[in-house]
């Protein structure tokens, strides 16, 4: 192929793939941003009447909203990734229970709550929600996963819903790590904006104490 022709080629491809480029745009096809939208890092403390020094962050966390992959009207999807860092320290006694939980609570405007399906790329991630209450949150013991990190839930007018994405127990030192990274988030069934805000929560135990806490995000629309 001569120089000439070779050039001729390569041009015809360019515009080939502008064309192609431009006939997605054109149908409207949806397309993930690049980049996904930084959240303030959160962190709070608490002492307890034990003695033990409890502190809660989550840093780092990003929201990814891109258009459904289906098209459909009444679905939202996101990305999301986020760092929950939660410490136990000081106090004479030593903890003998803990649990470290941390997630997204979602709400949608006009149509949450049957369906949880939850799962996960080599995270740990509980099969049930976490129902936050007076006595504490009540995580189920199961655990669930997946070949991609994903997490979905069919949603009713007004109801907010816990998603747990992650959770462990605390070190024998006090300390826990829970990292998310772009992992999928979907809410079906929902008329209206979907908002989504993420949480930490700890509780610990000593021989004579339990004590609870935890930390929330700023919530976001999806």
């Known amino acids: 192929m001569s120089a000439r022709a070779s050039t001729r080629h390569r041009l015809c491809a360019v515009v080939a793939i502008a064309t192609g480029a431009a006939a997605v745009a054109t149908l409207g096809l949806p397309s993930a941003r690049a980049d996904g939208q930084p959240m303030t890092a959160k962190t709070d403390t608490k002492q307890t009447r034990g003695g033990l020094s409890l502190s809660l962050t989550l840093a780092n966390e990003t929201v990814n909203s891109v258009p459904n992959l289906a098209a459909a009207a009444n679905s939202r999807e996101a990305f999301v990734t986020y760092e929950a860092t939660a410490n136990a320290s000081g106090g004479g006694l030593p903890i003998t229970d803990s649990t470290f939980v941390a997630g ?69 030192g006090g300390l826990g790590m829970l990292d998310v990274t772009n992992v999928h988030i979907k809410a079906d069934a929902c008329g209206g904006p979907v908002t989504i805000r993420s949480f930490a929560y700890v509780r610990i135990g000593t021989e004579i104490e339990r004590s609870e806490f935890a930390v929330y995000g700023d919530p976001i629309r999806i």
Not at 123 to 152: D, E, K, R, W
Not at 154 to 160: A, E, K, R, S, T
């Open 104 to 172: 997204y609570q979602l709400g949608c405007q006009t149509d949450v709550s049957s369906g949880l399906q939850l799962g996960g790329a080599g995270a740990i991630a509980p099969s049930g929600a976490v129902g936050f209450s007076p006595a504490g949150p009540a995580v189920n013991a199961g655990l669930g996963g997946g070949l991609t990190g994903y997490l979905q839930t069919n949603l009713q007018p007004g109801v907010i819903v816990d998603l747990p994405m992650a959770s462990m127990p605390l070190s024998p």
